[in-house]
């Protein structure tokens, strides 16, 4: 099957299920609206900040994003069998290969997410609000803090999934496990440009907070390849 056929009947599966996950995360984020107070309080406090709201909406925006973010959270693992059933007719998966697919994007997307909710943002937020002082003092909109925790915490997640595509392109043929040794500089200088990207600071130890471990995980795309036998040239 040519690739451009691949794609389509990848997308043509994808659709099978869209409106089906649509529903159920409408669904799910109304469920969680009633629990996002709860659920903002915890986070606000594990982060150990004030916040503050400057329209009368903020409030009930703020809830509906948090909420929407948690029930994407939730439905992850769906997301992902939903994905790699997609990925796998197309490209001929395996039973074994697409539960050992599914099984570690869900292991590294709460790795991800995980390591940016106890390390990664209590650092940076901790050095951001470090520039205060008795006359600077910081008033945090509160939607302003859910997009940011949402989006960061949920970027984290996707970032780490780096060494499951690099095993899945080298199964599927696109790159060979030789491409990634020899591009070692390349995907140096990448992950250091995503890192002061979606770093929430511009200092060396937030930006290697994220950037250590991407390349731990690039490194570590490799030892799988080697161990599995995939992608020899």
């Not at 994808?14 to 709860?38: E, H, V």
Request: aromatic share 18%.
């Amino acid at each position: 099957m040519a690739n451009h056929q691949k794609i389509i009947s990848f997308i043509s599966e994808l659709r099978k299920s869209i409106r089906n996950l649509g529903l159920s995360l409408g669904l799910a984020t109304l469920a969680i609206f009633f629990l996002a107070p709860q659920l903002l309080q915890f986070v606000q406090h594990h982060l150990d900040t004030k916040l503050y709201f400057f329209t009368v909406s903020a409030p009930f925006l703020a809830h509906v994003t948090l909420a929407f973010f948690a029930a994407l959270y939730v439905l992850m693992p769906w997301f992902t069998i939903v994905l790699w059933r997609a990925l796998g007719k197309p490209f001929h998966l395996s039973r074994g290969q697409l539960f050992f697919f599914i099984f570690f994007t869900c292991l590294l997307f709460l790795s991800g997410t995980a390591f940016c909710y106890f390390i990664t943002l209590p650092f940076g937020i901790q050095f951001l609000l470090g520039y205060g002082s008795e006359e600077l003092k910081p008033v945090i909109s509160v939607t302003q803090f859910v997009s940011f925790i949402t989006i960061f915490i949920f970027g984290f997640g996707i970032i780490f999934e780096l060494p499951i595509f690099m095993v899945f392109l080298a199964r599927v043929g696109v790159f060979k496990r030789r491409f990634y040794e020899k591009n070692r500089r390349y995907a140096i200088l990448i992950i250091a440009i995503i890192a002061a990207v979606l770093t929430p600071t511009p200092d060396v130890v937030n930006m290697a907070l994220m950037g250590v471990p991407l390349y731990l995980l690039y490194e570590s795309g490799i030892i799988i390849l080697r161990v599995l036998g995939i992608g020899k040239e």
